[in-house]
């Protein structure tokens, strides 16, 4: 395993959850961590906890879904430290309305423009920093929503997480030979603020038997620590109290009319 001590990271949905996870973790380990999303109480709130903790983090506000503004931010991040190792692609977002029957197309929009748009605009970015340096690691998180088609993440979150999915093997196809390298951590069920969008949001109870924002944190550690000669296309992790393999009334589909 190597260090990331020194490495420039750059984590977009820095704010909460797994980004907020996967931030302090690399700020811990002695990467140098650039926070960004759209609440900035929130991204400082993250930002201090790693500088009282002795690391080094700073805030960019950004609404992904903005390209120029994603290009600006990449700007300043190279004119400030030359250079940009890793990119946590970690920014989404999920609608309640995520069946056919009360879809909207604004709905669809905003899940698009935000998981799959946003993650296009910070991946283009930052590879036209990396590919001149000829190294560096992104790790889009994902999710197994990306993996398979289901009933509790809804069509909108599955398609923008297939999409994700397909972008990350093909920033590994395309420059590969260029040291660069791409994940796509697929995660099921976490216990974040998302899972309050959900129509039906989960107990208390099935909460703490799930993925914890913490252990993705940890995993993004990881990933950014493997060799540069290890690329670890796909990552896929899930509660051993696994809903979809138990059954839960979220899966079941309501077909009254």
């Known amino acids: 395993m190597q260090s990331v001590k020194g490495k420039i990271a750059w984590v977009t949905g820095a704010g909460t959850g797994i980004g907020r996870a996967g931030a302090v973790a690399l700020g811990a380990a002695g990467a140098t961590v650039i926070l960004s999303g759209r609440r900035v109480p929130e991204l400082e709130a993250a930002a201090k906890r790693i500088n009282d903790a002795g690391g080094a983090a700073i805030v960019e506000q950004l609404d992904i879904a903005d390209g120029d503004a994603v290009d600006a931010v990449v700007?300043?991040?190279t004119e400030k430290y030359g250079r940009l190792d890793i990119l946590v692609n970690s920014a989404g977002l999920n609608?309640?309305?995520r069946r056919w029957k009360t879809m909207e197309r604004e709905d669809w929009d905003i899940v698009i423009d935000v998981n799959l748009t946003g993650a296009f605009n910070c991946s283009l970015a930052a590879l036209r920093v990396m590919r001149p340096q000829?190294?560096?690691l992104i790790i889009n998180v994902s999710s197994m929503a990306g993996r398979r088609?289901?009933?509790v993440s809804g069509?909108?979150?599955a398609a923008?997480?297939?999409?994700?999915n397909a972008m990350s093997e093909s920033i590994n196809i395309e420059n590969c030979h260029l040291g660069i390298r791409a994940c796509a951590l697929c995660?099921?069920?976490?216990?974040?603020e998302i899972m309050d969008k959900r129509p039906n949001p989960p107990s208390a109870e099935d909460r703490a038997r799930m993925i914890q924002e913490d252990d993705i944190g940890e995993t993004i550690l990881f990933i950014s620590q493997t060799p540069a000669n290890v690329c670890l296309n796909e990552v896929l992790i899930t509660p051993t109290w696994n809903r979809g393999y138990i059954g839960s009334a979220e899966h079941a589909i309501d077909r009254t009319e």
């Open 75 to 77: 700007g300043r991040i």
């Open 95 to 97: 609608r309640p309305n």
């Open 134 to 136: 000829r190294d560096g």
């Open 149 to 151: 088609v289901g009933t």
């Open 155 to 157: 069509f909108a979150y």
């Open 160 to 164: 923008s997480k297939h999409g994700v």
């Open 187 to 192: 995660p099921g069920e976490v216990a974040t």
